[in-house]
């Protein structure tokens, strides 16, 4: 399983975003996929989730109604629109799936939110 993360800037408040999951080497229409963000000195935080099917997805409350979680299972592809983005959300921005054994991670990549 492989995951690779791009599409992470230096943006200024108020700005958007689009990152973008390149996932190999599994099924990728049978999994659920999740985006995660870690701050410096803070403990890693859920952002979204969506279903294999792409027709659900969930959101921590702090990007509800700014982020938009996506996937396109023709392209193994997965999409995280970032709109209105502020200062706290800078951090690096990690995909995540996970089978009934392992939670497979990419190295992520770095949003910076400053004016």
């Known amino acids: 399983v492989q995951l690779v993360e791009s599409g992470g800037d230096l943006v200024q408040p108020g700005g958007s975003l689009r990152l973008s999951c390149d996932c190999r080497?599994?099924?990728?229409?049978?999994?659920?996929v999740s985006w995660y963000r870690q701050a410096p000195g803070k403990e890693r935080e859920l952002v979204a989730t969506?279903?294999?099917?792409?027709?659900?997805?969930t959101y921590a409350d702090s990007v509800k109604g700014r982020f938009t979680i996506s996937r396109d299972n023709a392209k193994n592809m997965a999409y995280l629109q970032m709109n209105s983005l502020n200062p706290e959300d800078t951090a690096v921005y990690l995909c995540?799936?996970?089978?009934?054994?392992?939670?497979?991670w990419g190295r992520g990549t770095q949003v910076t939110v400053a004016s």
């Open positions: 969506i279903i294999s099917s792409g027709r659900r997805s």
């Open positions: 995540n799936t996970r089978d009934s054994l392992y939670d497979y």
């Open positions: 080497g599994f099924t990728f229409s049978r999994f659920g």
